[in-house]
């Protein structure tokens, strides 16, 4: 199956900042929501933020106010930038793209690693 392709990831310090890509193989301007979901360590995976078709966008309570997601159609590609960055952000992040009704498009790509360490 096709595969997305997370990128971005790597080691920061405590208040540092990243931004992740993902690249989509095929159309994004019609696809209604393209989420970030992360997996810490030990942990399952969680939805941390969502953008949808007309723009509008959803973000875990853990994450509010520290990171954006955004998309570029012209490129397929869904980004999230992540600032003011903790220890407690460290996990492999992946996307996705769901339908409306909650079906994903794709299978689950390597994700990508972020460490947050001093």
């Known amino acids: 199956q096709v595969q997305l392709v997370e990128s971005g990831g790597g080691l920061v310090q405590p208040g540092g900042s990243l931004r992740l890509s993902c690249a989509v193989p095929?159309?994004?301007?019609?696809?209604?929501?393209l989420d970030w979901y992360r997996q810490p360590p030990g942990k399952e995976r969680e939805l941390v933020a969502t953008?949808?078709?007309?723009?509008?966008?959803n973000y875990a309570d853990s994450v509010k106010g520290r990171f954006t997601i955004s998309r570029d159609n012209a490129k397929n590609t869904v980004y999230l930038q992540m600032n003011s960055l903790k220890p407690e952000d460290t996990a492999v992040y992946y996307c996705?793209?769901?339908?409306?009704?909650?079906?994903?498009?794709?299978?689950w790509g390597k994700g990508t690693l972020v460490t947050v360490s001093s």
């Open positions: 095929g159309s994004i301007a019609s696809i209604y929501a």
């Open positions: 996705n793209a769901k339908n409306r009704y909650g079906n994903y498009y794709y299978s």
């Open positions: 953008i949808r078709t007309g723009g509008s966008t």
